[in-house]
């Protein structure tokens, strides 16, 4: 009898931690998806007119041209999208892990719509004419003070839930979790001052863009993604994770070359030898974090393979970790020369980029949503067709662009190799690909928004109510 009221206690104050959680983490999932549609629309848009300059050629639609929905559509992407599900996740996952309730969560909301207002101004800027033409750094000038101040105040409520916690056991999730929280300001600060702030050559600045870059992927996606799958594998399956040491092998590991990388794109460019040498090193050496997360999280899943079937949230979630796998080892392959000479400035670029935001970090960010919003709306998702279809249907559309981009990008730099010939080859190189990859966007707006209104409807209490201890059963018998 005591043991089942210390279960009835455990189950209660999850449920407590859940209804405190509640507001803030909805709050950033539905604004991230809302902002995931609207990059998707810019996605498929900047990829027509990769091939068909002249689609939605009117005068009254000037701000759609590349120039414009290309930037415009990676800053809705990352910062609308990623990094507001990201926060979302990560709320909810150090409330759960450390115990601790959410204090005061309108202070939280209130910095999640300083945060939407700064993404709303940056894509506007950009397709009024008023980007910086900076990869992942479009945004106009004045917008990186709005967004690092709401951060801010994220951050100080996720340190104040950690300091908060309950059991003084660190899960790997929460290493993950503070790691990134205090890399992102680091890195963004250190960014817009170098680049926006402090006088610099050109050349300087390219390379500032590239190392923000490629610190984004290694040091703020990487490890929320990787805290999300260290939580949900094991607690969908029903046990721990196979080794934590060997989870804290992979955070210092990704904690020690992650500041590195980015630079390796310029091999053979106007950079003293040794950073692009260095850089690309790294991006090799990240090879063995991700070896040992690989091995972890197979390790966990031995003997449960049945549950990937049952689980969306599991699929999702695998999915994710083995396209971080593929980045990693494309990453690795590119930054030798004699491959990267032929990834540099084609569209395999273009393709590395969604398979890292895309492809890794929002399949681990799906999964998450799928797993957390029963858990908060108290109701099972409306349609588990349309989470399959979601499922089915983005594997094949990243598996396309992925096979495409890449494929597309070496036939186009090996036309852009001939210096003799015309440029006008190297485009028509690398046109069918394009074509290809624009079939694929169509897909990707279609499972986009499928999962948008699946996500409203659970929002609207129109799934099936069910008895709460569904959904803190035995699976969730630990932090």
């Known amino acids: 009898m005591p043991q089942e009221k210390v279960a009835q206690e455990d189950i209660q104050h999850r449920i407590d931690i859940d209804r405190s959680a509640r507001f803030p983490v909805l709050f950033f999932i539905t604004s991230a998806a809302v902002w995931l549609a609207v990059a998707v629309v810019l996605g498929f848009v900047q990829q027509m007119k990769l091939h068909s300059p002249g689609f939605l050629d009117h005068p009254s639609l000037y701000f759609l041209n590349y120039g414009r929905s290309n930037p415009a559509f990676m800053g809705a992407l990352v910062y609308g999208w990623a990094i507001q599900a990201g926060i979302g996740v990560c709320i909810w996952l150090m409330a759960r892990l450390c115990s601790a309730e959410v204090k005061n969560p309108i202070t939280l909301i209130v910095a999640g719509h300083f945060w939407n207002l700064g993404v709303l101004i940056g894509v506007l800027g950009i397709l009024t004419g008023h980007g910086t033409s900076i990869e992942w750094l479009a945004?106009?000038?004045?917008?990186?003070?709005?967004?690092?101040?709401?951060f801010s105040l994220i951050v100080i409520w996720l340190i104040t839930m950690f300091h908060r916690r309950q059991d003084k056991e660190v899960y790997i999730s929460v290493w993950y979790i503070l790691g990134a929280c205090f890399w992102f300001p680091w890195i963004f600060i250190t960014t817009n001052?170098?680049?926006h702030i402090f006088p610099g050559s050109a050349v300087a600045k390219a390379a500032t863009n590239a190392w923000f870059m490629g610190s984004m992927i290694y040091l703020v996606f990487a490890p929320i993604g990787l805290a999300s799958a260290y939580y949900i594998i094991p607690k969908i399956i029903g046990r721990p994770v196979?080794?934590?040491?060997?989870?804290?092998?992979?955070?210092?590991?990704?904690?020690?070359?992650?500041?590195?990388?980015?630079?390796?794109?310029?091999?053979?460019?106007?950079?003293?030898?040794?950073?692009p040498a260095v850089s690309g090193a790294a991006v090799i050496f990240m090879l063995i974090p991700v070896l040992i997360v690989t091995i972890n999280q197979l390790m966990t899943l031995r003997g449960n393979q049945s549950a990937f079937n049952s689980s969306p949230a599991l699929r999702f979630t695998i999915a994710g970790i083995s396209f971080f796998v593929i980045y990693c080892i494309f990453s690795a392959l590119s930054s030798f020369l004699a491959v990267g000479k032929f990834t540099q400035l084609s569209l395999t670029s273009i393709g590395t980029q969604m398979l890292a935001v895309f492809g890794f970090f929002s399949m681990t960010m799906f999964g998450a949503i799928y797993f957390i919003i029963p858990r908060l709306t108290g109701s099972e998702w409306p349609s588990l067709k349309k989470i399959n279809s979601h499922f089915i249907i983005s594997i094949y559309a990243m598996g396309t662009l992925l096979i495409l981009n890449y494929f597309g990008g070496v036939w186009q730099s090996s036309a852009y190799a001939k210096f003799d010939a015309p440029l006008e080859n190297a485009i028509s190189a690398g046109k069918p690909y394009a074509i290809g990859a624009s079939v694929a966007w169509v897909f990707i707006l279609f499972s986009t928004f499928g999962f948008l209104l699946n996500l409203i409807s659970i929002l609207l209490r129109s799934g099936r109510r069910e008895i709460v201890s569904k959904f803190v059963g035995h699976q969730e018998s630990s932090g």
């Open 139 to 150: 945004f106009p000038k004045a917008v990186w003070p709005i967004l690092c101040g709401a």
């Open 242 to 275: 196979h080794s934590a040491q060997l989870g804290y092998y992979g955070f210092w590991g990704l904690a020690v070359f992650g500041g590195w990388t980015g630079i390796q794109k310029f091999m053979g460019g106007p950079l003293p030898a040794w950073m």
């Open 193 to 195: 001052l170098f680049i």
